[in-house]
Structure formats: C-alpha cells, structure tokens
C-alpha cells in the first residue's frame, strides 16, 4: 500500500493537532447549541470519529450516504442519496463534516438538500480543501488543510475503495490511476 504513494502531503501527528485545534474551536464556538455533527460517509468517517472526541460539549452524531465517484478521480457532479441521516434537524445546528472538497459540486448538493429542512444553522468542517479545484462558490467554516490539485488518499480517502486506512494523508502516485 506504501509503495503506491509517492509522498506523505499531512503527517498523522499533523492531523491529530489540527483535530484538536479544529475541536477546541467547535467546543467554544456551539456550547450551548447542542450540534449534530453529520458525517458524509465514507470518506470522513475516521475524522469525524476523532473529532468528535477532541470536541468538548454534547452534541449528537448522524451520518450521509452519498454515490461517490465510482473508481474515477473526476466528479461527475451527480449525486445521488444512498442512505439518509436519521435525525429531524428542523431548529437545529448543524455541522456537516467532509473528507474533502474538491470541484465543490457535492457539498453544494448537501447544503440544499438540508436547507430544505430548515435547521437553525449549517456550518462545514472540511479536513482537507482543493481550492484550486472549486467550480462553484462555497463557504467552509472549518478547514484542516489547504491542498493542491493532487489525488490525495488515506485517513478515510480512498481511490477504488483502498488506502483509506492509512493514518496520513499521501499523494497517490499516478500510474496507480492512469492505468
Ligand atoms: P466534489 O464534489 O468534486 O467536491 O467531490 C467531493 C468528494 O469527492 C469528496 O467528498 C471525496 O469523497 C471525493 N474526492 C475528491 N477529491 C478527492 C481526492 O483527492 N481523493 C479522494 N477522494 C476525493
Ligand atoms: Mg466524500
């Protein structure tokens, strides 16, 4: 798995920091609120499970199924719901954690289809953000880290469903996917 990757871009003690960091902010920023954190499967799973943690005061979790890529690297921009949060988030604060934004095209998605069942607030926490690569325009409330037009993988990013369980985040080499 290693040997596919042709450079570690965020070290896993770089990403524990900045989890925390992000953490802390979250914690100060909705005490009182009691959020839902909603984690858009699967790629933001392991940051969202580690966030959570370095996040101080309660709040509840959800999850977000969403047809993914399929083994291209490329956004088709159509997205389509394969399973639903549970929670009713009328009146409430949202979150909604990302792996990462990349054309942009699939947040924008999430954000109208929870606006229509109007929460109080939405916010985004994103661990990783292309914003070379956005094709609409996007508020991010929280980022981890700011990467370049690179296919990224590892810490819950994979490529054809692999190397998610790498503990950093790497830069697949190109002849993995330009095979
Ligand atoms: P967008 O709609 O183009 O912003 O794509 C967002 C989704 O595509 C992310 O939630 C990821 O699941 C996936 N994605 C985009 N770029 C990468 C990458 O570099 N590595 C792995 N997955 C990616
Ligand atoms: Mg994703």
Redesign the pocket.
Known sequence: MKNDISKILVSEAEIQAKVQELGSLISHDYSEKYPIIIC?LK?AVLFMTDLIMSISIPLEIDFLSLS??GDS?K?S?VVKIKKDIDSDIQGRHIIIV??????????KYIQNYFDQHHPASIKVCALLD?PA?HKTDLKIDYIGFEVGN????GYG???AQKYRNLPYIGILKEEIYRK
């Open positions: 858009i790629g993914s890529y690297t956004s921009g990302e792996d990462i934004v990349d054309s942009g095209l699939t947040l292309k690569a690179e296919f990224v993988v990013l994979d490529y």
